[in-house]
């Protein structure tokens, strides 16, 4: 290029550098390989969060508040995905997509948007369960056993013997306690009516033998 002096007027002559153009990065500029490096790990972190933003559970739960006893159908219930940092405590809850047609009765008092735990459901309805009456002594009944609670049922010997007491039903359902406030003296006996699975209707007939020949005593597992 011509590097012609040029002179300023009334000033030296100068002289004008030659012009320069902007080279391209190569594939060798360590800034290349830097944004390579930041938008991969961008990529992997955003992959893990996704990753742990799916690591939900579907859980069934009440759209309603229910008292023990209660037959809850299908329509109130519904699944809501949750995160449980224990894998262990999902077994407690009741999973799944899907709900039996008969619907599912609460042994306990669940609130509007209670997660359902497994201990406190039971596929079987009261139209489904062999009532059975019994008479039990008011110092022999757990204050907690009420309608829909699962209890066991013991027959202890009547002559007040040393001889160990017997389990004659084992997870039945409490159908009814009704109520006897109407004297005025409290009552020494209270009846309950138990529901015996119909498909369990075969052992009946020495469970009722059983409870004759004792004193009857329920018990209530903490479920």
Not at 160 to 179: E, G, I, N, S, Y
Request: with cysteine; net charge neutral.
């Amino acid at each position: 290029m011509d590097r012609t002096p040029t002179r300023a007027p009334g000033g030296p002559a100068a002289t004008v550098p030659d012009a320069t153009r902007a080279h391209r990065a190569g594939w060798r500029d360590p800034r290349l390989w830097i944004g390579l490096a930041v938008v991969a790990a961008c990529v992997l972190v955003g992959a893990r969060v996704m990753a742990t933003a799916d690591d939900t559970v579907q859980v069934w739960t009440t759209t309603r508040a229910a008292a023990a006893g209660t037959t809850l159908q299908p329509g109130d219930l519904e699944l809501r995905r949750v995160h449980f940092a224990d894998p262990e405590v999902v077994d407690r809850y009741l999973t799944g997509s899907s709900v039996p047609s008969r619907g599912i009765t609460v042994s306990r008092d669940v609130g509007a948007g209670e997660l359902l735990p497994r201990a406190a459901v039971t596929e079987s309805s009261a139209a489904e369960l062999v009532q059975v009456p019994l008479s039990v002594a008011s110092d022999d009944l757990p204050a907690t056993a009420r309608r829909g609670v699962v209890v066991d049922v013991w027959v202890a010997p009547a002559d007040r013997q040393r001889a160990p007491a017997r389990l004659v039903l084992d997870d039945v359902t409490v159908v009814a306690v009704p109520d006897s406030s109407g004297g005025l003296a409290p009552r020494s006996t209270r009846q309950v009516i138990v529901g015996v699975p119909a498909e369990e209707g075969d052992r009946l007939g020495e469970a009722i033998g059983a409870l004759s020949s004792g004193r009857v005593v329920l018990t209530v597992a903490g479920r």
